[in-house]
């Protein structure tokens, strides 16, 4: 179906009415309208739409919006022993259903993908890694001096497990983001535990990493936390960001998950940072807004299923992303479509090698950002 520009401004107004606000209550409803005109103020942040660092457009909901007010005006004078990191820690297993033991608290998910590195790989225990990818932690082998395998995705774009499975023995680690970053491609929980339990057979002494930074945003069914799996083998471990879907990427707030061993081997390697009172009480609320993380999720998925349509439409091959982001084969340098773009003052991802001459990765903004910036593509593509 064509996607005008109508079309979707209607769409805002349907969709929010009826299927996206389904159930909800009045005051939940002002409060998303509010978000809403919020998120329009956000339109040219900066002068520019950043449509390059896969953050929530939208921010976090709310609920964690007034808790945030409510912890500034009382506690910020108050935080060398902050309150609420420990309830967030016990929030956070409580919501898994594990111990508090199983979870690692950090400034973002950043350290936690450092200290992994750290911790398991050397010049003689290899960083195995799918490319493209979430280079963080290949940077992070780079800096150390570790040895390092980048592998090519298959030919729809996904990681190849087979292949990362392959090259576990001697390895030291092995990288898999869960969705992919910036493919947006998924794998579903059969698949992972295949992978993972050849992986643990195979390769005993080799640890396996499962980035769920987007899983918030996968299409339904798409896709399952690994969470049993590292709480099955000591060599597994799962990391998860608050700065995505729970729209806290400034207050910088992740986690992993993993028997408490595996935990203690990645802090010990690196700094996991000081998670303050204001992001804990921020992320211990956003976690409990389940009502707000679907709807987050929805509206992203709306928001992708237009841009996706629109880039279709024009005869661009897009995956079915299962993120905040999309990775469009533009078939040009992603470099010239970038600077084309920025000359209209949206600004779009950077080069993901080795398809940086064909692809780029656009991140989902906020749904006036989007109607902009398609704008600026179609004119651009032209
Ligand atoms: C796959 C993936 N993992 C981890 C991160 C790091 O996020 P943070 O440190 O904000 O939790 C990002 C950020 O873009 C990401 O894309």
Known sequence: ??????????????????????????????????????????????????????????????????????????RVGRGYSPDHVNELRAGIANYYDVETANVQLATGSTPLLQGSVRAFCSADKKFVTPMPTYSTSLGTARQIGAATEEQSLDSSLSVDLDALASAAPGAGLLYLCNPNNPTGTAHGPEAVERFVRRVMREAPGTMVHIDEAYINYARPGAIETALPLALEFENVFITRSFSKAHGLAGLRIGYALAQEQTLAKIRSAWGMGDVNMLGAIAALTALEDKEHIAWEAQENAEIRNMVVGTFREMGFEVGDSNTNHIFVNIRRPASEFRAACLEQKVLVGRDFPPLEQTHCRISLGSREEMEIAVEVFRKVLS
Do not use: C
Request: glycine share 10%; aromatic share 2%.
């Open 1 to 74: 179906m064509k996607t005008t520009r109508r079309g979707f401004v209607s769409t805002i107004a349907l969709g929010t009415a009826a299927s996206v606000l389904a159930g909800t209550s009045l005051t939940s409803k002002r409060a998303r309208a509010q978000t809403r005109a919020q998120s329009k103020s956000g339109v040219y942040d900066n002068g520019i739409i950043q449509l390059n660092q896969n953050e929530s457009a939208r921010g976090p909901g709310p609920k964690t919006m007034s808790a945030l007010h409510a912890h500034v005006n009382k």
